[in-house]
T-cell receptor, first 115, second 112 residues
């Protein structure tokens, strides 16, 4: 059974710092990996989706990398801002079919960016 | 604007009552999903539908029911058989069974 771990559960950094959020998974046979952002009391917003054949994806100040062989993904946030404060979740699709019905979510990392 | 609309945002229910949460999408997505989110836990899949008029149980379907009579709508009924219904419920959709997931804003159900 796929397990997704995000450590630490919470992180506090000063504004302007570049930071890395980690996501690890136990089964390397994945179809894709998605990173989401969740603000308190809100739904999830898709940030980046990396297919298993890709190594990284970029969107603005965000860069996500994927290393299937080591079972890890990182979300890099450049020049962090207070508006980046949120919970960041990663989700890994199961097996070779890539069905969303087999997605496994991590518990998320709650990021606080101090002004 | 295209998106997923969940209603109501907040809902209170007495024990023994059934409640229905609405989920509507105008993204023309084939697949829709219902998740439950509890503090300290990852999202758990309740039901999913890969195409209209078809749906499947997820990991925690007991005490829940759904229908998919229209492509844009996927309502979730929380029945009195659900032992711990108080939670944050999230509806999502994707263009197909493996596409990028898009979520609604969520519905918070509290059982009094």
């Amino acid at each position: 059974k796929q397990e997704v771990t995000q450590i630490p559960a919470a992180l506090s950094v000063p504004e302007g710092e570049n930071l890395v959020l980690n996501c690890s998974f136990t089964d390397s046979a994945i179809y894709n990996l998605q990173w989401f952002r969740q603000d308190p009391g809100k739904g999830l917003t898709s940030l980046l989706l990396i297919q298993s054949s890709q190594r990284e994806q970029t969107s603005g100040r965000l860069n996500a990398s994927l290393d299937k062989s080591s079972g890890r993904s990182t979300l890099y946030i450049a020049a962090s801002q207070p508006g980046d404060s949120a919970t960041y979740l990663c989700a890994v699709s199961g097996g070779y079919t890539g069905a969303n019905s087999k997605l496994t979510f991590g518990k998320g990392i709650t990021l606080s960016v101090r002004p | 604007d295209g998106g997923i609309t969940q209603s109501p945002k907040y809902l209170f229910r007495k024990e023994g009552q059934n409640v229905t949460l609405s989920c509507e999408q105008n993204l023309n997505h084939d697949a829709m999903y219902w998740y439950r989110q509890d503090p300290g836990q990852g999202l758990r899949l309740i039901y999913y539908s890969q195409i209209v008029n078809d749906f499947q149980k997820g990991d925690i379907a007991e005490g829940y029911s759904v229908s998919r009579e229209k492509k844009e709508s996927f309502p979730l009924t929380v029945t009195s058989a659900q032992k711990n219904p108080t939670a944050f419920y999230l509806c999502a959709s994707s263009i197909d069974w493996a596409g990028e997931l898009f979520f609604g804003e969520g519905s918070r159900l509290t059982v009094l």
